[in-house]
């Protein structure tokens, strides 16, 4: 059964910086094309940015030279530093496995951004 757990989020204050971590289990991770995504209150959930297996990177415009993707293979965990946060970035953030068709979330992680 693949397991996948968020850490890292927490309160912020605007233009700071946080690194939030996901660690994945039970899957091939180094094969497996690995995603951040959030969702804000009262909106649908969207995509922040996705790393595959391959290191091929796609970044969400409204996070391009603010947010930083990055994986551990050998720790089997998936990183994303956020740093210039604003108010707009608060939500929760999920992380997602996917290899082949097989799709797995994780609880997520808040953050807050206060002005």
């Known amino acids: 059964q693949v397991q996948v757990v968020e850490s890292g989020g927490g309160w912020v204050q605007a233009g700071g910086s946080l690194r939030l971590s996901c660690a994945a289990s039970g899957t091939i991770f180094s094969a497996s094309t690995m995603g951040w995504y959030r969702q804000a209150p009262g909106k649908q959930r969207e995509l922040v940015a996705t790393?595959?297996?391959?290191?091929?990177?796609n970044y969400a415009d409204s996070v391009k030279g603010r947010f930083t993707i990055s994986r551990d293979n050998a720790k089997n965990t998936v990183y994303l530093q956020m740093s210039s946060l604003t108010p707009e970035d608060t939500a929760v953030y999920y992380c997602?496995?996917?290899?082949?068709?097989?799709?797995?979330w994780g609880k997520g992680t808040l953050v807050t951004v206060s002005s």
């Open positions: 790393v595959s297996s391959g290191g091929t990177i």
């Open positions: 997602n496995t996917k290899i082949g068709i097989i799709s797995s």
